[in-house]
């Protein structure tokens, strides 16, 4: 689902593993950015621009403000994008525990935004919903452009984590 109004791209997937641990999962941003490599993007090309697993790279996040974890969290991710270097700030702005978290984020090459995964109990499973919004202007206009390359990301995504968490007891 898009709402385009609003800026945003939206995905969700069922997990069968309990909110409390999906929560510590997706709280987790060392944990979390193992899923958020380019995987299912090896085809994209946007003005000879082509994005691959081999070009685009997360290389480290680091949390940059004390413990405990929280609104007002910050951290630093750095990544390379056709052997250029980047930094992407984030800052965590809605905490709360086995419910949802939200970071908002902006970098060198990348629009500022938010980054949102609420999470729902169903049964003995979790379903869980991650929110990609986008900044404005140009790249309001880019999400109508992007709009089905990023879901899949998203889904791709979800998909993994829900890969990695069921495979573990």
């Not at 997990?15 to 979390?32: C, G, L, N, R």
């Not at 930094?87 to 970071?103: D, G, L, W």
């Amino acid at each position: 689902m898009n709402d385009r109004k609003d800026n945003k791209v939206k995905a969700s997937i069922v997990i069968h593993k309990p909110i409390e641990t999906i929560f510590a999962y997706v709280s987790d941003v060392k944990q979390i950015t193992q899923d958020r490599q380019v995987k299912e993007l090896n085809k994209f090309s946007f003005f000879g621009l082509h994005v691959t697993p081999e070009v685009a790279q997360i290389e480290d996040i680091q949390q940059t403000s004390p413990d405990p974890l929280g609104v007002g969290t910050t951290f630093v991710q750095k990544n390379t994008l056709h052997g250029k270097h980047s930094e992407i700030i984030f800052q965590i702005v809605e905490y709360n525990p086995a419910r949802n978290i939200t970071y908002k984020f902006k970098g060198s090459m990348l629009p500022s935004g938010e980054f949102k995964v609420l999470l729902t109990p169903v049964a003995d499973s979790t379903k869980v919903t991650e929110i990609l919004s986008v900044g404005q202007g140009f790249y309001k206009l880019m999400l109508l452009f992007f709009e089905s390359m990023m879901k899949k990301q998203i889904k791709a995504n979800l998909h993994q984590m829900k890969e990695r968490l069921e495979q573990t007891p």
